[in-house]
């Protein structure tokens, strides 16, 4: 007679890549949904047209390296970049740019290195500073943001992506953002007293992007609570910009934005939740997300405030990739039964 | 008085270890940046033996710019006098570490006599002149060189270590991924661009 013995696990977890990459979808549509009621159909072609771009590159690179096509395809983990990606960059960017941007993110930045999950730089980002340097014109062309009422139609939206940017229209539709705004007036003498009634100041940080961010860190926040993601990361890289900007603000109110500024302007909140709690490029110990998130908090405040770009998220989360192998080393989880100096358990 | 001073210092080292960083943005010092950064260890040693040199290199070759070469009138000679100079600094380096750590010495190997012709330990002694530095500043200038170098080499030596795992395709295995991480810190370092007005 023959016993059938099933060695452990017994219950298996429902977590698989494609499920994980469904959730952070899923808490990107809020967020989005903000983003198009505010800057119109702009934002849904960024999404359509980055993520078409992203499914090719992937598919072509993972022929040319003979892997498996569509079981990568279908882990979604392309979507999501694209998707980020998308949102980084300002709504109604030309076709040419979302495509430069997805080959750098898709193919340099990720597919390189062998794919998913060995990627040491988060590919969304690097696509959008390739960009950022590359055509920094367009990537400071960000719409006036009007609730309801899209400033361009589908026909025109798909006009402008496709070709045909007139610059009357163009001076029309964009203005500066508030970081843009606040970074070249500060740097002519100004102080914030003058500056924060211009229309892209809103209630608590730039108008329209106050609501987004919120919108945003919503989803990000029902990620953490479905423990998709943990908190470590974004919980540090909010509280040390909120903390620097208040110190700073203290210390002189009338050069220094203060944190609920700077939490709800720029990237900061897709950044917090979906970039610096990337898996791959981040840290692997608690400890090391900590002091992942709390780097990227801070040089994102030295950027903002004293570097040559009115956003340095995307800066900051490249800078701590780079240095994250090397927390990593400082902050490896004893082996268990490990004697520290004190005599205690590791 | 003082403080302006210790200003003035303390942005030459923001200057030089991010800012106008000397492999990432002014892209001197590439080899052994690409040679010796296969492991965190000997990547470490190579670090501090070349900031050891780089910072030496930058105070010696200032004083025999401004006490021999600028006096007597030969400031043609400038580039073989930094070169002689770089040689027997990284010659006491050598001797020093076949005593003190024999098996980093080994393990360096070439690239150790190879830091003479580190271009960064030359480029920095002759911006020195360029720049016209005091010696006080040419001695942090050469210091912010060393830091930013081992800085940048020490994190590329903890990426490739972990590149060793990844699965690269084999027409970029090595050397080429080697290139793109580089280039890519170096699109991370831009970031700092602006951040110091000179």
């Known amino acids: ?346 | 008085m003082f403080s302006d001073l210790l200003v003035s210092y303390g942005l030459i080292l923001l200057g030089t270890i991010l800012v106008n960083n000397f492999v990432l943005v002014q892209f001197l010092g590439l080899c052994p940046f690409m040679g010796v950064s296969k492991k965190l260890e000997t990547a470490t040693g190579m670090a501090l033996a070349t900031a050891f040199v780089l910072t030496l290199a930058s105070a010696a070759s200032w004083v025999v710019e401004n006490s021999i070469l600028q006096p007597l009138d030969l400031v043609y000679l400038r580039t073989p006098a930094f070169i002689l100079i770089i040689a027997v600094l990284v010659q006491f380096t050598e001797m020093f570490m076949h005593k003190k750590a024999p098996l980093l010495y080994n393990v360096l190997g070439i690239f150790l006599p190879l830091i003479t012709t580190n271009c960064a330990v030359l480029g920095v002694a002759l911006l020195n002149v360029q720049k016209d530095h005091s010696f006080m500043q040419a001695l942090v200038y050469g210091f912010g060189a060393a830091v930013g170098f081992c800085l940048v080499l020490v994190l590329f030596a903890a990426m490739r270590e972990r590149l060793e795992a990844a699965e690269v395709p084999a027409a970029f295995k090595g050397a080429p991924i080697a290139m793109i991480t580089a280039g890519l810190m170096s699109l991370a370092f831009m970031g700092f661009s602006g951040l110091i007005s000179h």
């Open chain 1, 1 to 346: 007679m023959k016993f059938q013995t099933v060695s452990s696990p017994h219950k298996l977890g429902q977590t698989s890549v494609s499920r994980v990459m469904l959730k952070v979808l899923a808490a990107l549509i809020p967020g989005t949904a903000v983003a198009t009621a505010f800057f119109g159909w702009g934002v849904i072609s960024n999404i359509v047209l980055a993520v078409g771009f992203a499914l090719a590159a992937e598919a072509a690179m993972l022929l040319m390296t003979q892997r498996p096509v569509l079981r990568s395809l279908c882990d979604l983990s392309a979507v999501v970049t694209a998707w980020l990606l998308a949102l980084a960059l300002p709504a109604y960017s030309p076709f040419w740019l979302i495509a430069v941007g997805i080959i750098f993110a898709i193919v340099f930045a990720k597919q390189l290195y062998g794919g998913l999950g060995y990627n040491p730089f988060n590919p969304a980002m690097v696509g959008y500073v390739v960009l950022l340097i590359s055509f920094p014109v367009y990537m400071t062309q960000w719409p006036e943001p009007t609730l309801g009422q899209p400033p361009l139609s589908i026909a025109e939206t798909l006009q402008w992506v496709f070709g045909q940017r007139s610059d009357s229209t163009l001076d029309a539709l964009t203005g500066a953002t508030a970081l843009d705004y606040s970074k070249i007036q500060l740097g002519q003498g100004a102080t914030l007293n003058q500056i924060q009634s211009h229309a892209a100041f809103g209630h608590l940080g730039a108008t329209a992007w106050e609501w987004i961010a919120v919108a945003y860190a919503l989803g990000g926040v029902a990620l953490i609570f479905l423990r998709v993601m943990p908190w470590h990361a974004p919980v540090a890289m909010l509280a040390t910009l909120f903390g620097l900007a208040s110190v700073f603000q203290l210390f002189d109110a009338s050069q220094f934005h203060g944190g609920i500024f700077h939490s709800l302007s720029g990237g900061v909140m897709l950044g917090a939740f979906f970039i610096v709690t990337d898996p791959v490029s981040g840290c692997t110990s608690n400890r090391g997300r900590l002091y992942f998130g709390a780097g990227v908090g801070a040089l994102v405040f030295i950027i903002r405030t004293w570097g040559g770009y009115p956003d340095g998220v995307a800066f900051a989360v490249l800078l701590m990739n780079m240095a994250a192998p090397m927390i990593d080393y400082y902050t490896k989880t004893p082996v268990f039964g490990t004697q520290t100096k004190g005599g205690e358990r590791g």
